[in-house]
Nanobody, 118 residues
Framework: QVQLVESGGGLVQAGGSLRLSCAAS????????MAWYRQAPGNQRDLVAT???????NYVDSVKGRFTISRDNAKNAAYLQMNSLKPEDTAVYYC????????????WGQGTQVTVSS
């Protein structure tokens, strides 16, 4: 079994920063792509950023220049540094991972709430 656990969400004022963490545990040989998604109330779950095992990153246009995704392969962890937060960034943020060799991909965390007040 593989589990993803997110942490680091909370309430912050507009312009502030938060750092989300995602820790993967269980039967893991290696992790290929890791990603962060978010879902605001009444909306679908949308991709925010991805990072490959080699460190290549991609971002949705709305967060470019403000968010930074990173990972620590030795710890099976991913992070999302969020700066210059805006009220429209308010959502539940989910970690996503593709585990090498698993037939149950993709894996999802339980989500962490990020609320940005104006």
């Amino acid at each position: 079994q593989v589990q993803l656990v997110e942490s680091g969400g909370g309430l912050v004022q507009a312009g502030g920063s938060l750092r989300l963490s995602c820790a993967a545990s269980g039967s893991i040989v290696s992790i290929s792509t890791m990603a962060w998604y978010r879902q605001a109330p009444g909306n679908q779950r949308d991709l925010v950023a991805t990072i490959s095992s080699g460190g290549s990153t991609n971002y949705v246009d709305s967060v470019k220049g403000r968010f930074t995704i990173s990972r620590d392969n030795a710890k099976n962890a991913a992070y999302l540094q969020m700066n210059s937060l805006k009220p429209e960034d308010t959502a539940v943020y989910y970690c996503n991972a593709w585990i090498t060799g698993s037939t149950k991909n993709p894996y999802w965390g339980q989500g962490t709430q990020v609320t940005v007040s104006s």
